[in-house]
């Protein structure tokens, strides 16, 4: 079963149009946002906290599950369109 890691930098209605069009895909088992591990240092006591160069787009990691190779291409197609028409931006972490 491949699995497609993605990596979404936009807002929380980008991530979700994102997942809902893939999860529509027939051979996709699953397409969900996971728990982001990535330390983020960012400190709330910063004198930096609360500029406007610190309130971007959230950062979103997807994972979908996919019934094959096929379906997971089509997968990244898909991510890169939505994306696209979103302004969002998207890293396909495990590129074929």
Do not use: K, Y
Not at 5 to 28: F, K, M, P, Q, W
Not at 77 to 94: F, K, N, P, Q
């Amino acid at each position: 079963m491949p699995t497609v890691h993605l990596r979404l930098t936009g807002s929380a209605d980008d991530a979700r149009a994102l997942i809902n069009t893939i999860s529509s895909l027939e051979g996709v088992d699953s397409a969900e946002e996971i728990a982001d591990l990535m330390p983020h240092l960012d400190d709330d006591d910063s004198s930096s906290a609360g500029l406007p160069d610190d309130m971007g787009p959230g950062f979103h990691a997807i994972e979908v599950e996919t019934s094959n190779d096929t379906v997971a291409q089509r997968v990244r197609e898909l991510a890169e369109a939505v994306a696209r028409d979103a302004g969002a931006a998207l890293e396909i972490v495990d590129e074929l």
